[in-house]
């Protein structure tokens, strides 16, 4: 009880604001990063599949190496990678420097875009051929096919993934707090280190999390409900 | 960067490994009880393993190994932190691989079962004989998938200290002011070691797939 | 003392939910001959095989095989109740089914589909097992793909690993669930050539089939059911020949396009 007692105690006052601006962090990026990666990754998947086969070779490169590495690691190559390159011009003039909030944004976009691109190809590949025969066979153009069949018979195959990647990114928007992003860990440590209140802090944490995650599986769950009534025979 | 420094990188990258793969294997025993509580049907069991499911894809990794290291001391558990370490992600990695095998018993085909009623097999002969190599089969994408996944989440058990390839590449960063050139191996020697994984991953799916699962 | 039906199905009633699929059903299947259950889609006609293999439960009625009730039988006192698990398994191994999706394992080897029953139901040994499931690929002249995956064989050869797996565990009856409806046509052919040879053989076969002209050739006894319920039975030239049953008719319209006209 007391231990609890004490978790409620962080959260008002100065130490709740300090939270509560974590936590709004925490959000726009996660959001943020989820729109311009699931974007980024979407134009990947089309320049791979309508593009030439080296822009397809390419971006396949780009896409193993992001799905290959850590991202703790990709965040560490952004964070050092702009001083760094300062430092290696020499004199400082011409410098790279983010921002660690940039640094973390740009991070999970690119990290992001990388499996989206895949969620994509795969949703594509899902589209029974036949489906866009007959399009062709009624007249539709390479564009009208793309605007009126694939896209939306895409977005209900690929929903429950985009909503399971969704939620992958938020949780990896706690690992920015490594490289000083004042994000919502960022700011629970802050108090967890000054107080010597290590489970308590994680546990408020965790809590946090749980029920982001919680919530955005709901709302994914309600989007897939509603698209389910266009999911017509699929044989 | 010489090649001693990447040298150090490789032989790092062996507990990377070694976490790793200990990791998977517990949580995989981990996994199988958590599956059967989720699909028992006492429902005490059934609750209790879904919250262990929720929790454990529900907060960050980063957050629950950090939880567990401070927790165990607290409780009276003082473990060496490369255990708590492993512990953390082998929790992690069960509740991950309980949904996976649960999707693939679900997805053994009725028929296939009803074939081996109508053969007489009993229960627990249909679970060794059919359900579970097909299950397997048809979950080994996935749990390469997952093998992968966990390689890379391992590098944040350098939070806590532990030693391994991304604990050796920060050190090795911060104590040559390269630290451009160190990350960028260590991605490297990662990028490798999943490559080699996912071969491995595929060289199974295709021999699971002539039926030898 | 008349001769014990191979099966007997009386008032079998099945239910899903609210929706009643057979409402009633009494039927006798004789021995050492082949009956066609035939009728139209949604007619319940694979329902009440799968009754009779066990795999769906009836919601009311009894089903005797060989003269002993199957899951459900009658207590002293005319109450139905459910039978032991010793005496279901044994009265269902007098049973094969063949279904419409083949259903082979397919992590197994035609040889493997066939022995692993052997194996684990009758507790052969492997040697023992692989030579009576080869006898028994030999009888569907699959002996030279006994070593192939369910994968690496064609549809026609993997109902014919299905009726052999069926068969190794020599059964009194064999149940087919529409064994054709999932092959190309060219493929049927096979098929229906084993079945012909079984029944040859003496083999009593209850069949749910759409070739009406396997049926009008092959069966003993029509059965035809339409929205669950036995409509006519009788052998094929009484439920055939003229006058016919103009729900017989309109079925025999859908179907005589494919080529069974000839046959009646």
Redesign the interface.
Same mark, same amino acid.
């Given at each position: 009880m007391n231990a609890l007692s004490s978790i409620f105690g962080y959260l008002h006052g100065d130490d709740g604001w300090n939270i509560l601006s974590g936590l709004a962090n925490t959000i726009i990026l996660w959001l943020v990063g989820s729109v311009l990666g699931a974007a980024l990754g979407f134009f990947i998947a089309v320049a791979r599949r309508y593009g030439p086969k080296p822009v397809d070779w390419l971006l396949k490169a780009h896409v193993e190496v992001i799905r290959g590495t850590p991202f703790l690691v990709q965040a560490y190559l952004l964070y050092f990678g702009g001083p760094y390159l300062c430092l290696a011009l020499g004199d400082g003039s011409v410098c790279l420097t983010l921002e660690p909030f940039h640094a973390g944004l740009l991070g999970l976009t690119v990290y992001g875009s990388a499996y989206y691109s895949e969620l994509f190809r795969a949703g594509f590949e899902a589209i029974p051929r036949g489906h866009i025969e007959a399009a062709t066979t009624v007249g539709f153009t390479r564009w009208q096919t793309l605007r009126r069949i694939i896209l939306p018979e895409m977005t209900m195959l690929v929903l429950p993934s985009m909503v399971n990647m969704t939620i992958l990114l938020l949780k990896e928007t706690a690992v920015l707090s490594i490289i000083s992003v004042k994000e919502l860990k960022f700011q629970v440590d802050i108090i967890g280190n000054r107080d010597y209140a290590f489970v308590e802090s994680f546990t408020i944490l965790a809590l946090v999390y749980w029920a982001l995650v919680e919530i955005c599986g709901a709302v994914g769950r309600a989007a897939e409900a509603r698209l389910s009534r266009y999911r017509f025979a699929h044989s | 960067m010489s090649w001693e420094l990447f040298w150090l990188l490789v032989e790092a990258s062996g507990l990377t490994i070694l976490y790793s793969a200990v990791s998977i294997v517990v949580g995989f025993f981990v996994s199988a009880a958590v599956c059967a509580g989720v699909l028992s049907s006492n429902r005490p069991i059934s609750a209790a393993a879904r919250l262990f499911v /929720?929790?454990f894809? +529900? !907060?960050? *990794?980063?957050?629950?190994l *950090?939880?567990i290291y @401070?927790?165990l001391p607290?409780i009276g558990l003082n473990v060496p932190s490369a255990v708590a370490a492993v512990l953390g992600l082998s929790l992690c990695t069960a509740a991950y691989q309980a949904e996976i095998l649960r999707g693939g018993f679900q997805s053994v085909?009725r +028929?296939?079962i009803? &074939? &081996?009623?109508?053969? %007489?097999?009993?229960a627990f &002969?249909t679970f060794r $004989?059919?359900r579970l190599?097909?299950a397997v $089969?048809l979950t080994l994408p996935a749990l390469t998938s997952e093998a992968?996944m966990i390689l =890379?989440?391992?590098?944040?058990i /350098?939070?806590v200290g532990v030693v391994e390839l !991304?604990t050796m #590449? =920060?050190d090795l #960063?911060s104590s040559t @002011?390269?630290?451009?050139p160190i990350? #960028?191996a #260590? %991605?490297f020697v @990662?990028?490798v070691i999943?490559?080699v994984v996912a071969g491995f991953g595929q060289l199974a799916e295709r021999a &699971? $797939?002539? %039926?030898?699962? | 003392m008349s001769i014990v039906s191979a099966i007997r199905v009386s008032g079998v009633v099945k239910r899903f939910g609210s929706t009643a699929v057979l409402t009633g059903i009494d039927l006798d299947v004789p021995r050492g001959a082949v009956t066609c259950l035939l009728g139209p889609s949604g007619s319940g006609k694979s329902t009440l095989l799968r009754c009779i293999a066990f795999l769906e439960e009836a919601t009311d009625g009894i089903i005797e095989i060989d003269g002993e009730p199957l899951g459900f039988g009658l207590d002293p006192d005319g109450v139905r109740m459910r039978l032991p698990d010793a005496s279901l398994r044994k009265v269902r191994s007098k049973i094969g089914m063949v279904f419409q999706q083949f259903n082979l394992w397919p992590h197994m080897t035609a040889l493997g589909n066939v022995a692993e029953a052997l194996v684990t139901v009758r507790g052969l040994g492997r040697v023992e097992a692989s030579e009576k499931a080869m006898a028994q690929l030999e009888k569907v002249g699959l002996a030279q793909r006994a070593t192939h995956y369910p994968s690496e064989l064609s549809g026609g050869q993997q109902q014919r690993v299905a009726i052999a797996r069926a068969l190794a565990l020599e059964p009194k009856i064999m149940l087919f669930d529409e064994p054709t409806s999932s092959l190309d046509p060219e493929l049927t052919g096979e098929v229906l050539n084993v079945m012909r040879s079984l029944a040859e053989t003496g083999m009593t076969m209850l069949v749910v089939t759409h070739e009406i002209g396997f049926a009008a050739s092959v069966a003993s006894k029509i059965v035809f059911l339409d929205h669950g319920k036995l409509l006519v039975e009788g052998a094929p030239a009484e439920v055939f020949g003229k006058p016919r049953h103009p729900r017989i008719d309109q079925f025999l319209d859908t179907y005589l396009d494919r080529g069974a006209a000839g046959l009646l």
């Open positions: - | /929720s929790f894809r +529900g !907060t960050p *990794l980063l957050i629950q *950090l939880l @401070y927790l607290q085909p +028929g296939l009803e &074939a &081996a009623d109508m053969c %007489g097999l009993s &002969a $004989r059919i190599p097909i $089969r992968i =890379k989440s391992s590098s944040l /350098s939070v !991304t #590449a =920060k #960063a @002011y390269q630290p451009l990350f #960028a #260590a %991605g @990662y990028l999943n490559l &699971a $797939r002539r %039926g030898h699962a | -």
